[in-house]
């Protein structure tokens, strides 16, 4: 498991709305927190992985769809931020991403949103 492949199962999970692999996921995340997805907090330790099910668990049913464009990626292996345009309805929000990985499993999921969309 490295940083692209969460993200790649982050991305699978906005497309399908089966939450059922980032769930597996949230056992082990000793940071969370997302302005876009969930209450703008950042949680850190064991309140983490509570949070990171209960905004899957939202965002499973939220209306409108939500879908990510990679504008960029800096990906080394255990370590990848990403950032992304958010389509959210008719509305896009620039974010980043940030993923880190510790022996194989999920440890930071961090995304903080921009006033605006990316532009490259």
Known sequence: MNSQNIFEIFNHFLET????QLMELANDVEV???A????????IGEKAPEKFRETISLTRVSKP???????H???EGNHGIFFLNILKG???LGSA?????SDGKLK?????????KLVQ
Do not use: M, W
């Open 65 to 71: 769809n939500i879908s990510v464009q990679i504008k």
């Open 17 to 20: 709305r089966d939450p059922s």
């Open 108 to 116: 930071c999921f961090h995304e903080v949103k921009s006033k605006s």
């Open 90 to 92: 008719r509305k896009t």
């Open 36 to 43: 876009t997805f969930g209450d703008g907090r950042v949680y």
């Open 73 to 75: 990626a800096l990906v």
């Open 97 to 101: 991403l940030d993923v880190v990985i």
């Open 32 to 34: 969370f927190g997302s």
